[in-house]
């Protein structure tokens, strides 16, 4: 028998109060039959049958009752406790909205059945959007009850109801959002979980669909194993996803966690712990079980995603109660030394006695998005964002509002860099048979838009779009934050190159971040916050380095940028542009941002004695030719003597002035000019 895992789908997914003696209610066959026509033999077994699963008290039992209870039903419709039972096992799936009508029929059918029938009641409103019906239900609930009901049900009653009530200021200031059921990635079974890549790139999630673990079923409830798929987009548009295969899935369960912002490291879940997993070349590696510091024997660990320098780890750790969670909080470990320090959870400001879960960084490497049960949700978990402050605290979580929530659970959200397009696990109203992935646009609309059926474009329950129109999209909240991304070739073979990328602060000197180039396709990507000067360096054997440099104002806003890098082997004739070494305007003195790149240089030339270069210095067009020439060379020449007292030998070293003569882009832009300024060398 296979071991038994938490499985993420039924921990996020459900309610887990519980009240036997509240909402048992017995059925009267009898008064069932009426008299025995045809058709009532069947029923009576469905309601047997039904009766037997309903008493296990389980999801996955609610679920196949429910089958046998629909099946009675069609005999007869007019008994209140089989609509109960029905409504019941409504609330206790995946489709609670559907409860409404058969509570409301129960009632209506004999409203003295059970005391907790205004409190169900108030639940379905709930979950259909009529809070301030639903707020009427509890309330009288709570005037009806016996005091030992009130003591079992008061504390949640209250929560309800203020859930309610924020539900009721959310529904005064709904988004624009369109939301998307990504139908090439949906199946009638559960689909969750998902993670993109910063570009939106990669699509990764978990799936429960037919052949997933080879096949395998979880006696639990039926259903396949969990495996984890991938999409790739293509202009715009998913591919049909496929399942990735060993080492990352067994015939176990495997589920996605969270993905590196290059979409090079996947975190997974695996037997109530996470694991990860680099993709080499085109194939993912064993996944490792992270150290003890992360993954708790005590606890579950079951949510994580990296900060976009990889030093910083957020993830959710858990009680190990079956099947659902309890307690979930955020926490935080950081790489220190090559190793993780001892998790710590956020603060109370994120962190509530209720679950937290659905931990996700996004790429500015400030902003948190995460679901809770707790502060201003409106029922079960919710979606909210937090930024982090410059002194380090975290800024009140601010809740999504509808239609990004709902008064079900919203979970596993996950935002591109351009913090418009969003991802996320839901039960919407064009669900293919169970959770679906959704995509959400943020939009200001001019008019309302025309579903599209091929798209299947949908908006929120509470606000539909039926009518033709255009849409823009709008910044929700600027994103300050450049994408760099590319692919780094041989200069010669134009072969596709594993290279190590240096991120470098040179205000500071200190290195931000360090990864590699993909091996077989040479791809990159790096997400950069506004406000610093960056240096990049990108390092293979046998090559030259290649550096750029990105200054980034605090004011600038979204935007990617694509730089192909062409590495120069280390032969005869081979230039290197040395793009972070700055000097003052007119003048010729190093700036103290220029070390990190001359130091560089210094460690090629002694590790390689036989290297000797012609350092050139370079102006633009602005300016007389002999003085453009006289500060290029003086230029050139601070920098040998830079290279000097770094314990070079001069004989290795020629420098000269090349002026405006040699440009290598236009001198009637900014940007060629900017591009014409530069110190660089040549392999003598």
Same mark, same amino acid.
């Given at each position: ?270 037997? !109530? ?104 949700? !409106? ?306």
């Amino acid at each position: 028998m296979k071991k038994i895992y938490i499985i993420m789908i039924l921990a996020f997914f459900v309610n887990t109060i519980k009240a036997q003696q509240v909402y048992q209610v017995e059925i009267d066959y009898k008064e069932f039959a009426g008299e025995k026509t045809d058709g009532y033999k069947d029923a009576k077994k469905n309601l047997k049958e039904g009766d037997a699963l309903y008493m296990l008290d389980n999801k996955a039992a609610y679920l196949k009752a429910l089958d046998y209870y629909l099946k009675a039903y069609k005999y007869n419709k007019n008994n209140a406790a089989l609509n109960f039972k029905i409504g019941y096992c409504y609330l206790e799936t995946l489709y609670k909205a559907k409860a409404l009508d058969y509570l409301e029929k129960a009632e209506k059918q004999n409203s003295e059945l059970m005391i907790a029938l205004n409190f169900y009641l108030g639940k379905a409103l709930q979950y259909n959007y009529m809070f301030q019906d639903a707020i009427d239900r509890y309330y009288k609930f709570k005037k009806i009850a016996t005091e030992d009901v009130r003591m079992q049900f008061g504390t949640i009653t209250n929560k309800k109801i203020q859930e309610c009530k924020n539900g009721i200021k959310f529904m005064n200031n709904i988004k624009d959002v369109l939301i998307q059921n990504i139908s090439i990635i949906n199946t009638e079974a559960s689909d969750y979980s998902p993670l993109i890549s910063a570009d939106e790139s990669i699509l990764m999630f978990t799936s429960r669909r037919d052949g997933s673990s080879e096949g395998e079923v979880w006696e639990f409830d039926g259903q396949c194993f969990e495996d984890i798929y991938i999409s790739y987009n293509k202009d715009g548009f998913w591919t049909k996803p496929k399942n990735v295969g060993p080492p990352l899935n067994t015939k176990e369960h495997d589920a996605t966690v969270g993905l590196s912002a290059d979409g090079q490291k996947l975190f997974v879940y695996r037997d !109530m712990d996470i694991y990860v997993s680099e993709l080499e070349e085109d194939l993912w590696s064993k996944p490792k079980k992270l150290p003890k510091t992360i993954n708790s024997k005590a606890n579950k660990e079951n949510s994580a995603s990296f900060s976009p320098d990889g030093k910083t780890i957020y993830f959710v750790r858990g009680l190990t109660n079956f099947p659902a969670t309890s307690n979930g909080d955020i926490y935080t470990s950081t790489l220190v030394d090559g190793k993780w320090t001892e998790a710590v959870p956020l603060s109370d400001v994120i962190n509530t006695k209720y679950d937290e879960d659905g931990i996700f960084v996004h790429p500015d490497g400030v902003t948190i998005y995460f679901s809770s049960k707790g502060h201003n949700t !409106m029922g079960g978990y919710d979606i909210f964002k937090s930024v982090k402050q410059k002194n380090g605290t975290w800024s009140k979580p601010e809740n999504m509002g509808i239609p990004v929530n709902s008064p079900d659970d919203d979970i596993y959200f996950v935002m591109a860099a351009d913090g418009r397009t969003g991802y996320y696990s839901s039960v919407g109203m064009d669900t293919k048979g169970s959770v679906d992935i959704y995509k959400m646009i943020f939009l200001k609309l001019d008019k309302p838009l025309t579903i599209n059926t091929e798209d299947n474009l949908i908006a929120c329950l509470a606000k539909p779009v039926s009518e033709a129109g255009t849409a823009e999209v709008v910044d929700v909240k600027k994103v300050y934050l450049t994408i760099v991304k590319g692919v780094i070739t041989d200069a010669d073979t134009h072969e596709k190159l594993k290279a190590s990328i240096e991120i470098t602060d040179n205000g500071t000197g200190k290195e931000v971040m360090q990864f590699f180039s993909n091996g077989k396709t040479g791809k990159y990507l790096v997400s950069l916050p506004s406000g610093k000067n960056y240096g990049m360096t990108v390092k293979a054997d046998g090559y030259l380095f290649h550096s750029e440099n990105f200054d980034i104002p605090k004011t600038e806003g979204y935007q990617e940028i694509i730089k192909d890098v062409e590495l120069q082997s280390m032969k005869k004739g081979s230039v290197v542009i040395l793009r972070n070494v700055f000097f003052d305007l007119d003048k010729y003195s190093l700036r103290q941002e220029s070390n990190t790149e001359l130091n560089r240089l210094i460690k090629i030339l002694k590790e390689n004695p036989e290297l000797r270069i012609e350092v050139s210095g370079h102006t633009d067009s602005q300016g007389t030719d002999a003085y453009n020439l006289t500060l290029s060379n003086n230029r050139a020449g601070a920098v040998v003597d830079y290279l000097i007292k770094g314990g070079i030998n001069k004989s290795r070293l020629e420098y000269r002035g090349g002026g405006e003569r040699e440009p290598i882009d236009t001198n009637k832009t900014k940007e060629g000019r900017q591009n014409n300024r530069r110190v660089q060398f040549m392999v003598l």
